[in-house]
């Protein structure tokens, strides 16, 4: 019997699947619709994203991962198993050996979590790698020469920033700012500005649309509609890219914070390796219009916006899928039911 090995970049905003040998073969946002009287499943994935904020009483849209780690342990390990049966068929044939990325600052206890998730869900045994190794391993960068590299993973919950030198980690720092703070700032803005109250899903529309890291003057437009908190009645108002990013400066800045405290903490002759190659920006967060130069405006260093930015971890994860023998003593932990943490 062949068993199919699965890379699973399980993210707060996205879940990504690699199966060995054929690539990225499933993307698809990290929520589930539930029927809270039956605690039914009713939709996973796209189908219940766009359930968000549109659900009856009985219908919640859930999204069970929050700040990059487990928020709700059943929902997560029924989104697992869905998507596990989405791309292998149902029954398993076999029990997969599954990698999946947690964050650089994840407890032992998510750890835990996100282990026990999985064999519920079906794996024979699960790897752990932390999301900047995978990152930039899925960036092409050679982790295990003796040079240093900057990685900087902006998701949806997290913002995962590390140093890497000869196939580990030498410092390494992960704040809970990352996408979904950047759909609250919108909302309060929008809410302090213009008493309109907009859901996540708008917020989500403008950053990604006209959201920039800091104001322009070739600046864009786009029209939403929200609920006059005054009134109470539909509203329509026209914001511009120079808004949004006014609405971003706070989680931006504690963003370059996050970054400017970790290269005062690299070791100076690896801080001279990454003055020299520069910083890699991964995650849907580095799409944002502007974020490179808003990080290189504050370092002094060049910032390098990945091509498949969105991919890099899972391709990272495949990568390590497709060479387990080498990168299984520098880059991971693995685990099967039972076993206790090292």
Same mark, same amino acid.
């Given at each position: 019997?062949?068993?199919?090995?699965?890379?699973?970049?399980?993210?707060?905003?996205?879940?990504?699947?690699?199966?060995?040998?054929?690539?990225?073969?499933?993307?698809?946002?990290? @929520?589930?619709?539930?029927?809270?009287?039956?605690?039914?499943?009713?939709?996973?994935?796209?189908?219940?994203?766009?359930?968000?904020?549109?659900?009856?009483?009985?219908?919640?849209?859930?999204?069970?991962?929050?700040?990059?780690?487990?928020?709700?342990?059943?929902?997560?390990?029924?989104?697992?198993?869905?998507?596990?049966?989405?791309?292998?068929?149902?029954?398993?044939?076999?029990?997969?050996?599954?990698?999946?990325?947690?964050?650089?600052?994840? %407890?032992?206890?998510?750890?835990?979590?996100?282990?026990?998730?999985?064999?519920?869900?079906?794996?024979?045994?699960?790897?752990?790698?932390?999301?900047?190794?995978?990152?930039?391993?899925?960036?092409?960068?050679?982790?295990?020469?003796?040079?240093?590299?900057?990685?900087?993973?902006?998701?949806?919950?997290?913002?995962?920033?590390?140093?890497?030198?000869?196939?580990?980690?030498?410092?390494?720092?992960?704040?809970?700012?990352?996408?979904?703070?950047?759909?609250?700032?919108?909302?309060?803005?929008?809410?302090?500005?213009?008493?309109? /109250?907009?859901?996540?899903? %708008?917020?989500?529309?403008?950053?990604?649309?006209?959201?920039?890291?800091?104001?322009?003057?070739?600046?864009?437009?786009?029209?939403?509609?929200?609920?006059?908190?005054?009134?109470?009645?539909?509203? %329509? @108002?026209?914001?511009?890219?120079?808004?949004?990013?006014?609405?971003?400066?706070?989680? /931006?800045?504690?963003?370059?914070?996050?970054?400017?405290?970790?290269?005062?903490?690299?070791?100076?002759?690896?801080?001279?390796?990454?003055?020299?190659?520069?910083?890699?920006?991964?995650?849907?967060?580095?799409?944002?219009?502007?974020?490179?130069? /808003?990080?290189?405006?504050?370092?002094?260093?060049?910032?390098?916006?990945?091509?498949?930015?969105?991919?890099?971890?899972?391709?990272?994860?495949?990568?390590?899928?497709?060479?387990?023998?080498?990168?299984?003593?520098?880059?991971?932990?693995?685990?099967?039911?039972?076993?206790?943490?090292?």
């Amino acid at each position: 019997m062949v068993f199919r090995d699965v890379g699973i970049d399980l993210g707060t905003a996205s879940v990504l699947v690699y199966i060995k040998g054929k690539g990225i073969v499933l993307r698809e946002p990290s @929520v589930v619709a539930i029927d809270k009287n039956t605690n039914k499943v009713l939709a996973v994935g796209e189908e219940a994203r766009r359930m968000i904020g549109r659900t009856p009483g009985n219908i919640v849209a859930i999204r069970p991962l929050r700040d990059g780690v487990i928020s709700d342990y059943e929902i997560t390990e029924k989104m697992l198993r869905y998507f596990l049966n989405k791309i292998v068929g149902r029954p398993f044939l076999f029990k997969p050996r599954i990698v999946v990325c947690v964050p650089s600052g994840a %407890t032992e206890v998510e750890k835990r979590a996100v282990l026990d998730a999985a064999y519920e869900a079906g794996a024979r045994r699960t790897y752990l790698v932390e999301e900047p190794i995978a990152a930039a391993i899925g960036a092409g960068i050679d982790i295990s020469k003796p040079y240093g590299n900057m990685v900087i993973d902006i998701g949806g919950g997290t913002t995962n920033i590390a140093v890497i030198s000869l196939g580990g980690i030498v410092v390494s720092n992960s704040i809970k700012v990352a996408g979904d703070k950047f759909d609250e700032a919108i909302i309060r803005y929008m809410r302090k500005k213009y008493n309109l /109250l907009i859901g996540e899903r %708008t917020a989500e529309d403008l950053k990604i649309t006209i959201g920039m890291a800091y104001p322009k003057e070739d600046s864009s437009s786009m029209m939403i509609t929200g609920r006059n908190l005054i009134s109470g009645l539909p509203r %329509t @108002v026209t914001i511009t890219s120079g808004e949004v990013a006014e609405a971003l400066a706070e989680p /931006l800045q504690a963003i370059v914070e996050a970054v400017h405290a970790l290269l005062e903490r690299t070791p100076p002759e690896l801080a001279s390796d990454i003055s020299e190659r520069g910083i890699v920006m991964v995650g849907g967060g580095a799409l944002l219009n502007g974020m490179d130069q /808003l990080i290189q405006e504050h370092t002094k260093i060049p910032v390098h916006v990945m091509e498949d930015a969105v991919s890099c971890v899972a391709l990272g994860t495949g990568r390590v899928l497709e060479a387990l023998d080498l990168y299984g003593s520098v880059a991971l932990r693995s685990y099967s039911r039972g076993e206790a943490f090292s």
